[in-house]
């Protein structure tokens, strides 16, 4: 049986991931998958001390990412991830290592790991990856309001849009990438903008994804 497209979802913490991820699974009829945050043991002790959790909590990552994504490429179900295991290596484990926040012993053992894990898993279809500034990102994690998301420093922000940008120029000899500017970008209450991207989207993954939309299908956003 032919396997649904997969589309995934990138970018910084706080760009508005999971948004888009509603949104399109709604327009589309298709399936979502969110990331493992709310259930994260890790999360808080990461952001208090983030050198001593920075291994534990990107193994927890890995674990339930892995699960995720072989769910996903073992059904022909269509579906959209938010956040790619991918991510996890190329911008998080790699950034923390560059800033000191995690030991070589501990990296070395970290992508021997993730190497082992994803060298038979299927690439996205798509990727999707929202772009913003550190003063956007700022912004969104303030109006969202994570107690454990309060402290992020710029600088942390700062190196996380650095190795997405070099990560999505890698990204696009394997797969298709869409790159939108989300700084001033709308997708809450902004419907001619909400519209654009998803009509963005929709063209990028061409004729199969009209042809597996249902007739009906609104805009509103479930609740998650």
């Not at 995934?8 to 948004?19: D, L, S, W, Y």
């Not at 990461?46 to 291994?55: I, K, L, Q």
């Not at 650095?162 to 902004?190: F, G, H, I, P, S």
Request: aromatic letters at 10%; charged letters at 30%; proline letters at 3%.
């Amino acid at each position: 049986m032919r396997p649904g497209k997969f589309v995934a979802i990138a970018g910084n913490i706080g760009v508005g991931k999971t948004h888009l991820t509603t949104l399109l699974a709604n327009h589309l009829g298709w399936r979502a998958y969110y990331e493992p945050v709310i259930d994260n043991p890790y999360l808080d002790d990461f952001y208090e001390d983030m050198e001593r959790w920075s291994f534990h909590l990107q193994v927890f990552f890995l674990s339930k990412r892995f699960e995720i994504h072989r769910e996903m490429v073992s059904s022909d179900e269509p579906c959209i991830q938010d956040r790619t295991i991918y991510e996890d290596k190329e911008i998080f484990a790699c950034t923390l290592h560059r800033q000191g926040f995690m030991s070589d012993r501990d990296y070395r053992n970290y992508t021997a790991l993730f190497d082992a894990m994803t060298s038979f898993l299927r690439t996205p279809d798509l990727v999707v990856y929202l772009r913003a500034d550190v003063d956007t990102l700022k912004e969104r994690i303030r109006c969202r309001g994570r107690e454990c998301e309060r402290d992020i420093s710029s600088d942390y922000l700062h190196a996380l849009n650095n190795a997405y940008e070099d990560w999505c120029r890698r990204a696009e000899q394997m797969t298709k990438v869409l790159t939108l500017e989300t700084d001033a970008l709308d997708l809450v209450q902004d419907d001619a903008a909400i519209g654009e991207v998803l009509g963005q989207v929709v063209g990028r993954l061409g004729a199969e994804a009209e042809a597996e939309r249902p007739l009906e299908v609104g805009l509103e956003l479930a609740s998650i």
